[in-house]
C-alpha cells in the first residue's frame, strides 16, 4: 500500500469487495458514523453489502461531540430514523482536545458539571452510559478512540469489524496509518487489526483509496442524503478538500474556526462561552500567534532550547510534560542519526528537522505524539535529497560565519 | 434619555477640509484594495452617511479608510473636499485607541445562508448581472457563484475534480473516461 499500485477495477466496486470480506471475517460489523462525507460513503456501502448478504439492520455508531452543527445532528437523526439502521448515538461525557486555549487544553463535551453550557441540548436518541466507563470524574473522561474499544466489547459483540471513513488523500498523517509496513505484511491491506480494552477485531477501511470527487461522485450517482454543512461550508468558499465536520477545537479543525460564525451562527453563539479561546482562535488561528505559518520571532540573545522551553512553558504543566516529551523524541531520533547542528530554517536532509518545526509544535501544544516530519531517503528520491543537503550546508555555513 | 440626544457627538457633525485631519499611527485595522473600492463605490452610491471621529487634536479615532478615499477625485468633487466629521472630546490616548478598536470590531458576520438567500434575490428577482455585482458590492465572481448555487453537491464534485490528484492525476483521469469512480489502489 505504500506505493500506489492501481487495478483496473474502480474504487467503488473495490469497496463493496473490501465490506464483503469483512463480514466473513468478524462476527459484528459496526459502522463508524460521523455524520461525515467520508461516513457518508462507508455508510452506504455497508448497509448495500448488508442487504446483499441478509444482514440487516446494521450496526451503527456515533459520537456525538456536542459542539456540532444542527444540520449534522438532523442528518444523522435521518440515518438513525431508517429501518435498516441499528445506530448507537452516544451522548457520553469525553474528553476532547482544545488547542485554541493554554489555559483549558481539554473541554468535555456532555460533561454533567457543565449542562448549563451545552452548545445543544442532548438528542433524546442520545445513549449517555456505558458499562465499564466512568465519565462522572473528569479525570477518569477518555477520548474517542479509547471509547471504541468499550463500546463494542467483545463479550456481547465477539470480534468487531469498525467500518471507517479514513481516506489516504485525507491527511498525510492518516495516510501513514493506512500505508504502515505492516499493512503491506497483511493479507487484508486494508484492516488494521486492534485488541484493546476488552475487545478485539480490525478497523476496516474500505475506503481508503477513494478521492474527494469520488466521495462526491457516489452520492450524486446513487442519491445518498448527505450532511448539509459541506453545501454550506462550499458556500462560505472552503476547498472541497478542506471541509470537515469534525470538533472544532482540535490543531488542525481550528485553522478552520472561522467557518462557524459563517455557517453555523446558532451554534456559535453558544460555542464562543463553551470553551476558553474560541473567539481568540476564530480571529487569530491562522497567524504566528497559534503557530501558524510564520512563528513568533527568537530573540537573538537566547539560545533554541531555551527559547521553545520558554513557549512550552505557557501550557498547562501536565501538557507541557507531553510536548516536552514529544520534543524529546523528536531530537533524540535526529542525533541517533547525525551529530549535525538542528537549524532554524533548512531542514536536515537525513533526519527531517528544524527548529521551526519543533518551535510550532511548542506553540500549538500536541497531544497526538506527532510523528516526526518524513525524511527523504537518498536512494529514494536523490534530486529531492541533494537539494535538501545544499539548503543545509549553506544555512549552516551562515550560521557559524 | 431624549434630553441628553444634544449632547452626543453624533449631534455636532462638522464638515471640514480634509486636509486638516491626520491619521493615527496605531491603527490595526486593514482593508485590502477591493473593499477600498468597495467604500468608494459606497460613498458614490449613497453618498456621505457616516462622520469620520476624530480628536480635538484632528487625529483620526475611526474612518481612515473613509478618509483616504476622501482624497480620490471623484469623491473630492462630491463636497468639494469637506468630510463630515464628529469630535470625541477631553479623551487620553488610551481611551483613544480602544474607541478605534471598538468603532472596528463591534460588528459581526454575514451569514452564508442569509447571503445565499440575498444573492438569488438580486439575481433573479432584480436581474443584476455578475458585472455590475462585482462593481457594487465588491465580489469576485468565484463568490457569487458559490452564493447563487447555494451550494450544491453536484458542484463541490466539480471543484474537486478540478483540485486534481497529485501525481496520477493523468492516470486517473484516463481511467474516468470510462468509469465514475477512479481506480483503485493497492
Redesign the interface.
Known amino acids: 500500500m505504500g506505493k500506489k499500485l492501481y487495478t483496473t477495477v474502480d474504487v467503488y466496486t473495490r469497496a463493496l469487495e473490501r465490506v464483503e470480506q469483512a463480514f466473513k471475517l468478524f462476527d459484528t460489523i459496526s459502522v463508524g458514523f460521523s455524520g461525515g462525507k467520508d461516513s457518508t460513503a462507508v455508510l452506504n456501502i455497508t448497509l448495500e453489502v448488508a442487504k446483499h448478504l441478509n444482514k440487516l439492520p446494521l450496526n451503527v455508531y456515533f459520537w456525538d461531540e456536542e459542539a456540532i452543527p444542527y444540520e449534522t445532528e438532523h442528518y444523522v437523526r435521518r440515518v438513525y430514523n431508517l429501518e435498516e439502521i441499528d445506530m448507537d448515538w452516544f451522548t457520553v461525557p469525553i474528553k476532547h482536545r482544545n488547542a485554541c486555549s493554554t489555559k483549558q487544553p481539554y473541554w468535555f463535551p456532555w460533561a454533567e458539571e457543565e449542562k448549563d453550557l451545552w452548545v445543544r441540548p442532548k438528542p433524546v436518541e442520545g445513549i449517555s452510559k456505558i458499562e465499564g466507563y466512568n465519565s462522572d470524574d473528569p479525570n477518569s473522561r477518555l477520548m474517542i478512540p479509547d471509547l471504541d474499544a468499550l463500546s463494542r466489547p467483545t463479550k456481547k459483540y465477539g470480534t468487531v469489524g469498525r467500518v471507517m471513513g479514513i481516506r489516504a488523500d485525507e491527511s498525510l498523517s492518516r495516510f501513514l496509518q493506512v500505508s504502515s509496513r505492516a499493512a503491506e505484511m497483511r493479507e487484508f491491506n486494508y484492516i488494521i487489526p486492534f485488541q484493546d480494552k476488552g475487545a478485539s477485531g480490525g478497523k476496516v477501511l474500505p475506503i481508503y483509496d477513494w478521492t474527494t470527487a469520488d466521495i462526491w461522485t457516489a452520492p450524486i450517482k446513487y442519491g445518498w442524503d448527505t450532511n448539509e454543512c459541506y453545501e454550506l461550508e462550499q458556500m462560505a468558499g472552503i476547498s472541497p478538500s478542506a471541509q470537515r465536520i469534525a470538533p472544532p477545537f482540535g490543531e488542525e479543525p481550528m485553522q478552520k474556526l472561522w467557518r462557524f460564525p459563517l455557517c453555523y451562527p446558532d451554534v456559535w453563539e453558544k460555542m464562543v462561552d463553551r470553551v476558553d479561546g474560541a473567539r481568540t482562535a476564530a480571529r487569530y488561528s491562522t497567524t504566528e500567534l497559534y503557530g501558524f505559518n510564520k512563528t513568533i520571532e527568537k530573540p537573538a540573545e537566547m539560545e533554541w532550547e531555551e527559547f521553545i522551553l520558554t513557549q512550552v512553558q505557557k501550557h498547562k504543566p501536565q501538557m507541557q510534560l507531553e510536548i516536552i516529551t514529544n520534543i524529546q523524541r523528536w531530537m533524540n531520533a535526529h542525533y541517533s542519526k547525525t551529530s549535525d547542528p538542528i537549524l532554524h530554517k533548512a531542514i536536515h536532509p537525513d533526519t527531517g528537522l528544524n527548529w521551526d518545526m519543533i518551535l510550532k509544535v511548542a506553540i500549538r501544544g500536541n497531544t497526538k505524539g506527532r510523528r516526526m516530519p518524513k525524511a527523504i531517503t537518498k536512494h529514494r528520491d536523490l534530486e529531492e535529497w541533494n537539494k535538501r543537503k545544499a539548503r543545509y550546508d549553506k544555512e549552516l555555513q551562515e550560521s557559524t560565519n | 434619555m431624549t434630553k441628553n440626544y444634544k449632547n452626543q457627538p453624533i449631534s455636532d457633525v462638522q464638515w471640514i477640509d480634509r486636509e486638516e485631519l491626520f491619521s493615527n499611527t496605531y491603527n490595526p485595522n486593514k482593508v485590502a484594495p477591493p473593499e477600498l473600492k468597495l467604500l468608494k463605490e459606497s460613498i458614490l452610491n449613497s453618498g456621505w452617511t457616516q462622520p469620520i471621529v476624530i480628536r480635538e487634536s484632528k487625529e483620526i479615532v475611526d474612518g481612515f479608510h473613509r478618509w483616504t478615499v476622501s482624497g480620490h477625485k471623484e469623491i473630492k468633487e462630491l463636497t468639494g473636499g469637506l468630510v463630515p466629521v464628529v469630535v470625541l472630546k477631553e479623551i487620553g490616548e488610551d481611551e483613544q485607541i480602544m474607541a478605534t478598536i471598538r468603532h472596528n470590531r463591534a460588528r459581526g458576520?454575514?451569514?452564508?445562508?442569509p447571503?445565499?438567500v440575498i444573492m438569488q434575490k438580486l439575481k433573479d428577482d432584480h436581474k443584476l448581472d455578475n458585472d455590475k455585482l462585482n462593481k457594487l458590492l465588491g465580489m469576485e465572481d468565484?463568490?457569487i457563484r458559490?452564493?447563487y448555487e447555494?451550494?450544491?453537491?453536484?458542484?463541490?464534485?466539480e471543484?474537486?475534480?478540478s483540485?486534481g490528484?497529485?501525481k496520477?492525476v493523468e492516470?486517473?483521469k484516463k481511467?474516468k473516461e470510462n468509469?465514475?469512480?477512479?481506480?483503485?489502489?493497492?
Open positions: 458576520q454575514h451569514g452564508v445562508r447571503m445565499a468565484e463568490e458559490r452564493l447555494a451550494g450544491s453537491i453536484e458542484l463541490i464534485k471543484l474537486a475534480e483540485g490528484a497529485g496520477n492516470h486517473i481511467f468509469n465514475d469512480f477512479s481506480p483503485s489502489w493497492d
